[in-house]
C-alpha cells in the first residue's frame, strides 16, 4: 500500500471510529456524526471490496480455527511466489477498534509463505466486512472448494467446528454440503483414533475413510497406547526429515502416509482374532403397520434382514436408509451407555 493510500485509509478509520457526543444519545435518535460514521464507513467497506491491497503480514493476525494438519509445509509455495510473485490474494477483513491491523479470513499458506521470503515483503489481500460467524463460513466454504484437503484433515475440521459451538452436526452438515451420517461418522474416526495422534500422523494424502476407520477400530478394540503410536508416527516424520536434511533424497512416500503405514502396523500387529459365536437361529418376524402387513424381518446364521413390500414409504426408506441406520445406532449406544 502507498503511503498516500495509507494515509487516505487511516483518515477514513480515524473518522469512522470517532466517538458520539457525551451524553449519548437514545438508541431511536440519528445525530448528524452518527450518519457520517455510517457514511465513511460504508465507504471504507467500498474501497476494500473494489481493491487488492499489499499490506504488511506482519499487520495480519491468525487466530482461525485450524484447518490443516501441516500449515508450515509451504516453502515450495514460497519458492513459487518469489519466482512468479503472488497471483491469487488472502482474504482478510479488519480488526474491530485498531488501524491497520487485519485479521486473516483465508490463506493461510500464502501469508506464511510469504512471512519466511526474504524478497517479498508485502502481502496482495483483500479486506472484507465480515463478522465472526460470516468470517468462519468463508474459511469453510474456501476450505471444501479445495482439493488438497485429505479425508482425515476434513474429519478433523468438522470436528472441531462441532466441539467449537458453531453447530451440531445437522448445522455443520449442511455448511459443508455433505449428510449428516458422513459428519457423524467423520468424528466418530477421530475420536476412535484420537485427535492428537491423528495430528501426529498428518494429512496422509490418498489414505481414505474406510482405512482410517480400520485403524480407529483396531485402536480402540485392543485399547492401543496411543502415546506409542504417537511415539512412531513422530519418528517417521524425524527420519523422514533428517533424509531431506542430510542426504537430499525425497521420500517416496508422503511422510505422513509412511506414518499412517507404521501407525497400522503396530496397531493391528497382534490383534487378536475375532471370537467366533455360536450360529443364531433362524427366525422371521412379520412387520405391520397399521395391523396391516409392510414387510418382513429375518435373522439367520449369517445376519439381520429386512424386506419391505413395494410402495411410497419403501421408496422412502431406500433414500433415508444412511441416515435412519445412523440414527438408530445412536440410539444403541445410547442404550448401551445407560
Not at 471370537?275 to 412387520?287: K, M, N, Q, T
Amino acid at each position: 500500500m502507498t503511503n498516500g493510500k495509507k494515509k487516505r485509509m487511516s483518515m477514513l478509520d480515524s473518522l469512522a471510529s470517532a466517538g458520539a457526543p457525551s451524553p449519548a444519545p437514545q438508541a431511536s435518535a440519528v445525530t448528524p456524526m452518527m450518519t457520517s460514521n455510517r457514511a465513511l464507513r460504508s465507504a471504507r467497506d467500498a474501497v476494500d471490496a473494489h481493491h487488492v491491497w499489499e499490506l504488511d503480514p506482519a499487520s495480519i493476525e491468525d487466530g482461525r480455527m485450524a484447518d490443516r494438519l501441516d500449515p508450515a509445509d509451504v516453502l515450495d509455495l514460497r519458492d513459487a511466489i518469489e519466482t512468479n510473485g503472488q497471483t491469487v490474494p488472502i482474504l482478510v477483513r479488519r480488526a474491530p477498534g485498531e488501524t491497520d491491523r487485519y485479521l486473516l479470513v483465508y490463506g493461510r499458506r500464502r501469508l506464511e509463505a510469504i512471512r519466511q521470503s526474504d524478497k517479498v515483503t508485502k502481502v496482495r489481500a483483500l479486506v472484507a466486512n465480515l463478522d465472526d460467524d460470516s468470517a468462519l463460513r468463508a474459511q469453510i466454504s474456501e476450505n471444501m472448494a479445495r482439493r488438497d484437503l485429505s479425508y482425515i484433515e476434513k474429519a478433523l475440521f468438522a470436528r472441531d467446528l462441532v466441539g467449537s459451538g458453531f453447530g451440531n452436526q445437522s448445522q455443520v452438515a449442511e455448511v459443508l454440503t455433505v449428510t449428516k451420517s458422513s459428519i457423524s461418522m467423520a468424528i466418530a474416526i477421530v475420536e476412535m483414533i484420537g485427535a492428537d495422534l491423528v495430528r501426529a500422523i498428518g494429512a496422509a494424502h490418498g489414505i481414505g475413510r474406510p482405512r482410517w476407520e480400520a485403524l480407529g477400530r483396531a485402536i480402540s478394540e485392543d485399547e492401543r497406547d496411543r502415546a506409542e503410536l504417537i511415539r512412531i508416527a513422530d519418528d517417521v516424520h524425524a527420519k523422514a526429515e533428517a533424509s531431506m536434511v542430510v542426504d537430499n533424497i525425497a521420500p517416496a512416500d508422503e511422510p505422513a502416509v509412511q506414518a499412517f503405514e507404521a501407525v497400522a502396523k503396530a496397531a493391528t500387529k497382534t490383534t487378536r482374532p475375532a471370537r467366533r459365536s455360536s450360529p443364531a437361529p433362524s427366525s422371521r418376524v412379520a412387520l405391520t403397520i397399521g395391523g396391516k402387513g409392510a414387510g418382513v424381518m429375518k435373522r439367520t446364521a449369517n445376519g439381520l434382514s429386512i424386506e419391505l413390500s413395494g410402495g411410497e414409504f419403501a421408496d422412502w426408506v431406500e433414500t433415508q436408509v444412511s441416515d435412519i441406520f445412523e440414527e438408530l445406532h445412536e440410539r444403541w449406544q445410547q442404550r448401551s451407555e445407560d
